[in-house]
């Protein structure tokens, strides 16, 4: 079966400091994977996507970037961290069939991210 | 746009009761899917159900029902007889029909079970 890790679990990192948030898919290939962004314990903001390595998609202009580096990995990183990213970041996957329909997305345990 | 709204932010009932949970979308697609993910205090986002846009049947899982109409736009969602367990922050979300295609979220609506 397929299994979706993220770490950290929880992270406390001061204003202007970088970030690095990992995610990691087992069981499948060629996931399509997302990150989404949960604030103030509301509604998710989807920020990246990627439908294969190297290929990432970016929904909201913002100073965070993420990367593909292996088929079942995802990270998502910032070189100065500021305020606002505070939040719950959750990472998702789905199968990834080319021209197939959209599958359920499946979703991580989340990274509570505290910027002070 | 595609958009999704849950008007009710926040419920409150007592264990036992009948709690429907509503969620109105828009899409210009003519194929789509809807879900619904619930989101204990744990925070982790589970999966309950997909629906597409072809399927209007209603559908029951236990004390889960889920009642779509396309003629309004709604993809209601029914819990019977409500437990404590049943507490959460529920979320409908909306997708394309192309794989890759990202998620939809409403704001969510926080079910509070009382016993």
């Known amino acids: 079966s397929q299994t979706i890790h993220q770490w950290p679990a929880t992270l406390v990192q001061p204003v202007g400091s970088p970030l690095s948030l990992e995610c990691t898919v087992e069981?499948?290939?060629?996931?399509?994977l997302y990150w989404y962004r949960q604030a103030a314990g509301r509604g998710l903001q989807l920020l990246f996507y990627?439908?294969?390595?190297?290929?990432i998609s970016s929904e909201v202009p913002q100073n965070l970037s993420a990367s593909r580096p292996q088929d079942r990995q995802f990270i998502l990183s910032s070189k100065k961290l500021l305020l606002s990213d505070s939040g719950f970041y959750l990472c998702a996957w789905n199968s990834g069939l080319a021209g197939g329909p959209a599958d359920t997305q499946y979703f991580g345990p989340g990274t509570r991210l505290t910027v002070l | 746009a595609q958009k999704v709204t849950q008007a009710q932010t926040e419920i409150s009932v007592v264990e036992k009761e009948d709690v429907t949970l509503d969620c109105v979308y828009e899409t210009r697609d003519t194929t789509y899917y809807l879900f619904w993910y619930k989101q204990p205090p744990s925070g982790e986002l589970v999966f309950l159900i997909r629906?597409?846009?072809?399927?209007?049947q209603n559908e029951i899982s236990g004390r889960y029902s889920w009642n779509f109409q396309k003629s309004t736009s709604s993809f209601n969602f029914t819990i019977t007889a409500s437990q404590v367990v049943d507490s959460a922050v529920y979320f409908c979300a909306l997708s394309g029909n192309q794989a890759g295609t990202a998620l939809i979220f409403g704001k969510g609506t926080t079910l509070s079970v009382s016993s």
């Open positions: 629906r597409n846009s072809f399927d209007e």
């Open positions: 990627s439908v294969g390595i190297g290929q």
């Open positions: 069981g499948t290939s060629n996931p399509n």
